[in-house]
């Protein structure tokens, strides 16, 4: 199941989210401007489609994971590449790295 979350996630929504990768962790798409962020898909890609129909814009998306254990956020994503910004699926950027991690705690850390 693929949530916008856009204010602090509840433990139910984690759960969901986190569902169909057996609750060890969720494939997120950021959206460093509007800080909010799409989480649940199979893939990246579907969260990213999620976020883009909600009205974000594409080079504001960045592609993460949360790792619902261990609470780490992990860089890479296909949807990270792009040959004239960041030539990796891991985001390269540290100011942008530091959004995504800022942005996806403040919405996943569920204490």
Request: net charge negative; hydrophobic share 40%.
């Amino acid at each position: 199941m693929i949530l916008i979350i856009r204010q602090r996630a509840t433990s139910k929504q984690i759960e969901q989210m986190a569902e169909i990768y057996f609750g060890l962790w969720i494939k997120l798409a950021v959206d460093i401007n509007r800080e909010i962020l799409a989480g649940g898909g199979e893939l990246h890609y579907d969260c990213e489609q999620i976020l883009l129909e909600d009205g974000s814009l594409q080079p504001d998306i960045w592609g993460a994971d949360w790792y619902t254990e261990t609470r780490q956020v992990g860089f890479e994503s296909l949807i990270n590449i792009r040959p004239r910004l960041n030539r990796s699926m891991e985001i390269q950027d540290f100011g942008i790295r530091e959004k995504v991690e800022t942005i996806t705690r403040c919405l996943l850390e569920v204490n």
